[in-house]
């Protein structure tokens, strides 16, 4: 899996697929800080718990900070 153009390293089990929010969790993203692109396609923010991922896949991840 590439994450943010660089390579992530994931064990995926025997369905080749984990969720979304799984994967956010796991590289430490706070889910309600990102945006996410999935190959390319926006992932819509209410479905984030349901979008299954492929060890091939291409995430581009944006979080917001806070400041001013």
Not at 16 to 34: I, K
């Amino acid at each position: 899996m590439i994450v943010n153009g660089k390579p992530f390293e994931l064990e995926f089990g025997p369905s080749q697929t984990r969720l979304l929010a799984e994967v956010l969790a796991l590289a430490g993203y706070d889910l309600s800080q990102v945006a996410v692109l999935v190959n390319g396609q926006v992932a819509p923010k209410g479905q984030i718990g349901q979008i299954e991922v492929q060890k091939g896949d291409a995430l581009e991840i944006v979080s917001f900070v806070g400041g001013g």
